[in-house]
């Protein structure tokens, strides 16, 4: 197996911590959190119309979208939350903090989903590879909760925990619309139109006014949307070239290791956070834990 598609896994996964990390500093300039989530869901939908296009994909008819169930086209309402929550928690968590116990949440809603097949899923019965998963996440979990110098809420802590429920519900609504489209990427940009015009509905019938100095913010503040791209890109190329096991685990990879380098450095601006001792334990715990949850 070629390294550089683990690499590309990996380069993929620093994509998520990436734009929670600009989404963050882009509300410092915005005066409600869904302009953030707008300009994120837009530049991403552009950016795929544009490959859309480009590629010469064909788009599905019109008679076959209206015949879609209606809710399919909600996952990208379910994207929202999660990005303006993960945009809320960082400067009070850190960026690696946050995404950590999102992730451990995302994993065991997977594993109850797996368990009782909702949504007509498959079951995958628990085995003993995933309770030691399962453990090692919790043992993680409470190292970097209780990391030297810790101010963490308990509140807080179960709010980017609870998050990480929202992505299993949201990819299997989207595999669903995949299933009617039969393409991914087209299945994605119209799960980010839904999305996209809720946004502008909701700001335009509130009335949520832009801020007038909107050209002296960074320019590259409102392009978050381009990491979420190439996350959705990168994975849909790598899923069929090594499984979905090692493209997620490759992903969760990048993704902490990426979230500690931004915590530690303060890069973008956020607040430096120290790499302790028991932080370190923690991640590499949770890294235990989610190759035993892929076996």
Not at 44 to 53: K, M, P, R, S
Not at 54 to 71: A, C, D, K, Q, R
Not at 79 to 91: A, D, E, R, Y
Not at 197 to 202: E, G, N, P, R
Request: glycine share 10%; with cysteine; aromatic share 14%.
């Amino acid at each position: 197996m070629s390294l550089y598609l683990i690499l590309m896994a990996i380069v993929a996964g620093c994509c998520i911590p990436c734009q929670g990390t600009i989404n963050a500093k882009l509300s410092e300039h915005m005066n409600h959190p869904f302009q953030v989530a707008f300009f994120s869901f837009f530049v991403a939908n552009v950016l795929i119309g544009i490959y859309l296009l480009v590629s010469g994909e064909t788009f599905p008819s019109f008679s076959t979208l209206t015949n879609i169930t209606w809710y399919l086209y909600t996952g990208g309402l379910l994207g929202i939350v999660f990005i303006t929550s993960v945009m809320l928690l960082i400067p009070k968590l850190g960026v690696a903090t946050t995404l950590s116990f999102a992730i451990v949440g995302q994993l065991v809603c997977s594993l109850i989903l797996d368990q009782i097949g909702l949504f007509g899923m498959k079951t995958h019965p628990i085995n003993l590879q995933k309770i030691i998963g399962v453990i090692c996440l919790l043992v993680g979990l409470y190292l970097i909760k209780h990391e030297k110098g810790a101010v963490h809420k308990s509140y807080w802590i179960f709010f980017a925990f609870a998050i990480g429920f929202i992505t299993p519900f949201q990819g299997n609504i989207n595999a669903e619309l995949n299933h009617y489209v039969g393409n991914p990427l087209i299945a994605t940009f119209l799960s980010f139109s839904g999305a996209t015009i809720f946004l502008s509905i909701y700001l335009l019938l509130f009335r949520v006014k832009f801020p007038a100095n909107m050209m002296n913010v960074p320019f590259y503040l409102y392009f978050s949307g381009f990491f979420g791209t190439i996350l959705i890109t990168l994975v849909l190329y790598l899923i069929p070239k090594i499984g979905v096991s090692l493209t997620v685990a490759g992903v969760i990879t990048g993704q902490l290791t990426c979230s500690v380098l931004i915590d530690r450095f303060g890069i973008l601006g956020v607040k430096k956070r120290l790499l302790t001792i028991h932080k370190v334990v923690g991640i590499l715990a949770l890294a235990v834990g989610l190759i035993f949850m892929q076996i």
